[in-house]
């Protein structure tokens, strides 16, 4: 159904530098990185095809509030409940908030597992698993 997503952060190094090292983990890379004159871009998929992507304006609109989007939460599929824990793990290393321990959650639906945490700019992000069995 979506094509891509992106959001603003507010610190395009450590960005980058964060989701490099915990999208890698889910099997992800970045694919495209622009500097362009007005702000600087990334972004990450699979097969050269980007997917999510961030970016920093060079001249930052004070009025926008980056990680504030009221329910606005990205999840990124995870090929094993391993990797799942990999990058929850390496979310909190690189900065990143708890935001729900790795773990089987049946009330969402039976084989869902999954992961939740906050990055360094405020956006909730989740990595999830749809087909886990105990």
């Not at 992106?6 to 610190?11: D, Q």
């Not at 871009?41 to 999510?52: M, Q, R, V």
């Not at 970016?55 to 391993?82: D, S, W, Y």
């Not at 321990?101 to 869902?112: I, Q």
């Amino acid at each position: 159904m979506l094509d891509h997503v992106s959001f603003s952060v507010n610190n395009f190094k450590q960005s980058l530098h964060f989701y490099d090292e915990t999208l890698k983990i889910l099997g992800y890379e970045r694919v495209m990185t622009f500097d362009m004159e007005d702000n600087e871009l990334a972004g990450y998929g699979i097969n050269g095809k980007p997917s999510f992507w961030i970016a920093q304006e060079k001249e930052p609109n004070l009025n926008e509030a980056i990680g504030k989007a009221r329910g606005f939460h990205l999840a990124f599929l995870a090929p094993t409940v391993e990797a799942i824990h990999a990058w929850y793990q390496k979310c909190l290393e690189l900065g990143g908030r708890d935001n729900g321990t790795p773990g089987p959650r049946p009330e969402y639906h039976p084989g869902f597992y999954g992961a939740f945490t906050v990055d360094p700019n405020g956006w909730r992000i989740e990595a999830t698993l749809h087909h886990y069995q105990a």
